[in-house]
């Protein structure tokens, strides 16, 4: 583990893994500790993963001022890894809502991205809707798993405002490709990572302008791969598609029969898609 400061002095940690020229890792959740990433199955076999926990996260520090970890002001600790790093360019791996931070990122600073990969991604930053039919449409792939039943009607509740922690509990199986032993421990050590308090700041007002960020990815020329997963209920396919469609160069994998953690449900497949970007 390492430890460095960013623009406001609060401390920051990050863990490598592998060798090679890095690739700096920004996880999801919102502002979950980069744990749940693991190596993501395999891939520092092929580049140096520099895994970050974003301040208020796993070993970082809690900022003094908690509105700094509104996404658009943790773009400066990114910043600040890179500096630390002495990286002149740097490629960026993200899943799930730290894609937000890294669209940002690569929009304020768009000289200092090499290549960006975009895993599940979320597409808050782009103001992209998801409707709850299409939702539903993805939940049906799953008809035949025998945790369907009671994952669907949880699921109607939710998107009905009815939330409830045991419903929460209840669509857990959705988000994995497989809803086997790992996915179980997976899901359970994912909800003992994340600050809840800096969650509700991550999107909060002022977080995005979706128009300005959509008018800067129309100019961002590095590469660019976007991985869905076919059944991620989270991250549709028709939104990512939607997506990769803000580049001018990018590249869309919709892996099959993967959820949100396609590192979890294929690790062979994700591995080969994302090294042979990467490399």
């Known amino acids: 583990m390492h430890f460095f400061t960013s623009y406001d002095g609060t401390e920051l940690a990050f ?11 920004l996880p999801g959740g919102p502002m979950q500790a980069s744990a749940y990433l ?15 926990d974003l301040r208020g996260t796993g070993r970082s520090a809690v900022p003094d001022d908690t509105a700094s970890y509104r996404c658009d002001r943790l773009v400066e600790d990114v910043e600040a890894l890179r500096e630390h790093l002495g990286l002149d360019r740097m490629d960026l791996l993200a899943h799930s809502a730290g894609t937000n931070l890294a669209l940002l990122y690569a929009t304020r ?3 200092r ?11 808050a930053a782009v103001g992209i809707p998801i409707s709850a039919d299409v939702r539903k449409e993805i939940a049906r792939l799953r008809e035949g ?19 409830t922690g045991d419903a929460f509990r209840a669509i857990a199986p959705f988000w994995y490709g497989r809803w ?31 128009d300005a960020t959509r008018a800067a990815l129309a100019r961002f020329t590095s590469p660019v791969q976007v991985v869905a997963g076919e ?15 803000l580049f ?32």
């Open 15 to 25: 863990h490598t893994f592998g060798g090679g020229a890095p690739v700096i890792c």
């Open 180 to 210: 086997d032993e790992t996915a179980q421990a997976h899901r359970a050590a994912e909800d003992e990572q994340r600050n809840d308090e800096a969650a509700a700041v991550f999107g909060s007002e002022g977080a995005f302008d979706p």
């Open 145 to 163: 798993e025998p945790w369907f039943p009671a994952a669907s009607a949880a699921l109607e509740s939710v998107m009905a405002g009815q939330a």
């Open 109 to 111: 600073f768009p000289e």
């Open 231 to 245: 059944v991620d209920l989270n991250s549709p396919p028709v939104a990512v598609t939607e997506l990769a469609g």
């Open 113 to 123: 991205v090499g290549r960006l990969a975009l895993i599940a991604p979320s597409v």
């Open 38 to 52: 693991g190596d993501l199955g395999g891939l520092p076999a092929h580049r140096q993963l520099v895994m970050t």
């Open 248 to 279: 001018p160069h990018a590249e869309l994998v919709v892996q099959a029969r993967a959820g949100h953690f396609p590192w979890l449900d294929d690790a062979d497949r994700f591995v080969a898609t994302t090294s042979a970007f990467l490399r």
